[in-house]
């Protein structure tokens, strides 16, 4: 029996094909490589298509025996969003509409979902519950609670079990420096903080500092995608065991701000770092921090990497290894 793993040659996929492997999962992995790199991952089984081509992901399911799917295909830019929701719409919704109808057609019921915090909106509570109220500020968590809705309603009617992971903001990278995050155009605090001391950019920008917090810059809760891809591993164990639909919440529950992750990879890559304070970027809540207690208790998930700095380090050690992301591997 093998695990389908679409996108999975993105940032958190390739990294939870690798964990999943390195457990003695047998991996089949989907991706487009719209966004995802096939240097990524290392499997036997790689088909490049479009989830929206039912046609050839009928063919996947029908030759191999699979008996769940990570569901990571998907746009995932909250600017890009905004300027083009066609795209998200086509690409996120459609897309899984695609999927689910293909995997209950061919009997595959277990579906692990990758969701996003941008699901919940500007929070209401701090840090935030699964219980709280979902009101989407763009069109990527729209689409990514459409998805959620998509499920519920194939569980209610075709009795598909899903678990929902809405994440928070993914760090990192593999220990081993061979795979991490590669995004053109990259827009993720961290890997354009770490461009600063790999002279490919000047300074860093920080998109305000008025906001109502102790430095006056955002907060966010960081999560080492290695902990991320952990939490999938356990989501699948509990769908494949029989256990009923969930939605969890991934961070650690710690918030850094903007000022105090750049001061700690400062120390990391012992940088000096120039940043400037500008405008704010339309849309940035002042604070996003996840209560993970639910997967704990639940999943008995215990994440290993939730240093900040461990999580620099690690990113640290891939950009550096590879100034051009998977365009320097062979
Ligand atoms: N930031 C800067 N300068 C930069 C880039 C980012 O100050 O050059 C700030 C942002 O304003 C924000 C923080 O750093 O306060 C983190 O920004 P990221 O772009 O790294 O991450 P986001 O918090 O915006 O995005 C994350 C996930 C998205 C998800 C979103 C939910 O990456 O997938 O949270 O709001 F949709």
């Given at each position: 029996?093998?695990i ?12 939870t094909?690798?964990h999943l ?47 769940g799917v990570i569901h990571f ?37 277990k579906i692990v979902f990758s969701s ?45 079990k899903y678990v929902s992971l809405r994440y ?60 991320l891809a952990d939490a999938h591993n356990l989501a699948l164990e509990y769908l494949l065991d029989?256990n009923d639909s969930e939605i969890f919440n991934l ?43 639910k997967i704990?208790?639940r999943l008995g998930w ?29």
């Amino acid at each position: 029996m093998s695990i389908l793993i679409t996108g999975g040659a993105g940032y958190i996929g390739s990294h939870t094909v690798r964990h999943l492997q390195s457990l003695g999962k047998e991996i089949i992995v989907l991706d487009n490589l719209q966004t995802g790199h096939r240097k990524s991952v290392d499997v036997e089984k790689f088909y490049q298509f479009d989830i929206r081509d039912t046609e050839k992901l009928d063919q996947v399911f029908k030759e191999n025996d699979i008996e769940g799917v990570i569901h990571f295909a998907a746009n995932s830019l909250v600017g890009e969003s905004m300027t083009d929701p066609y795209k998200y719409y086509s690409n996120n919704v459609y897309g899984m509409l695609c999927l689910l109808k293909r995997m209950y057609e061919n009997k595959v019921e277990k579906i692990v979902f990758s969701s996003s915090a941008a699901t919940y909106g500007e929070p209401k509570n701090i840090p935030i519950l699964e219980t709280d109220p979902t009101k989407p500020t763009n069109p990527y968590g729209e689409t990514k609670l459409a998805m959620e809705k998509m499920m519920h309603w194939f569980d209610i009617a075709y009795g598909m079990k899903y678990v929902s992971l809405r994440y928070f903001n993914a760090a990192g990278a593999h220990p081993d420096g061979d795979i991490g995050e590669d995004h053109g155009p990259e827009t993720h605090l961290i890997p354009l903080i770490l461009q600063v001391p790999l002279g490919k950019r000047e300074y860093i920008s920080i998109y305000g500092d008025d906001y109502p917090t102790k430095d006056g810059t955002c907060l966010r809760d960081y999560i080492h995608v290695l902990d991320l891809a952990d939490a999938h591993n356990l989501a699948l164990e509990y769908l494949l065991d029989n256990n009923d639909s969930e939605i969890f919440n991934l961070g650690s529950g710690n918030g850094f701000s903007v000022k105090e992750v750049i001061e700690a990879a400062r120390i990391v890559t012992a940088h000096e770092i120039k940043a400037k304070v500008t405008d704010r970027r339309p849309g940035d809540p002042a604070v996003l921090i996840a209560s993970s207690e639910k997967i704990k208790s639940r999943l008995g998930w215990n994440p290993k990497r939730e240093n900040i700095k461990t999580m620099i380090e690690d990113a640290w050690r891939w950009h550096k290894n590879n100034k051009n992301g998977f365009d320097d591997k062979n």
